[in-house]
């Protein structure tokens, strides 16, 4: 589209100025960056300084902007998910967060936003970060299987497992379809317990395939086996643990 016509739409200009950063014509930028009343809205215009501050090696200047793009969303879960989908992109991920925690507070938006949050705080080894969403999630879906499974999961990798986390989820599980994790999961609770044999017939009254559809369950299966001091079986499955 014609420069002046990109001008009229936010989004267009946006992501037309966003190219030409990557592509290295920062100079054709910097003036709207510079403008008093830039033609697109204020959110978008601290991304793409966010961006340009980053291409031009002043990393110490990125936090800043996101932190203003994301005090100029306000409330609104649009803008909200453009500033953390736009950190998420060019890599900034504390800001991504930072945006996306903010989405959580609009209702019908708090499962999309932790589900954003929880692998980027992963990768980040955050685990407070993890558990507060989790905690989030579940008071926000009380009923919601799913959301009960990955928290006692995460609570059985920190090992801050109770007989309550187990029992909560088993009455869970009662009401509600099997599923496909809800073995990986008790499994897991039951070797944190102690309870190493229930955990291990557990695992083997699944099929082979089940094992090997998920490289977690693999994991649990091998931490398992070391647990009833299988250990050679344990070592063979632990080699096969898909850590990538």
Known sequence: LPKDKVEKHPPLLTARLQALIEIGHAEEVQPYLEMEQPPVEEYMMHCLQAMAAQEAGKP???AGHFAEAISAC?????????VGGYAERIGQAQAAIAAYRQLMAWPAATVEAARRILPLA???NDTPLVRETLAQLAAFMPGDVNV????AYFAGVMNEVTAETKSRLLKLLAEQPANPDADLVLALLELRLGDAGAALTRLEARRPEWLQADPRRRAVYAATLGANQ????????ARQVDLT
């Open 148 to 151: 009960a499974l990955a928290a």
């Open 230 to 237: 299988q250990r050679e079986a344990a070592r063979l499955n």
């Open 122 to 124: 992963s990768g980040l």
């Open 60 to 62: 110490q200047l990125v």
């Open 74 to 82: 306000g409330s609104r879960p649009g803008p909200l998910r453009f």
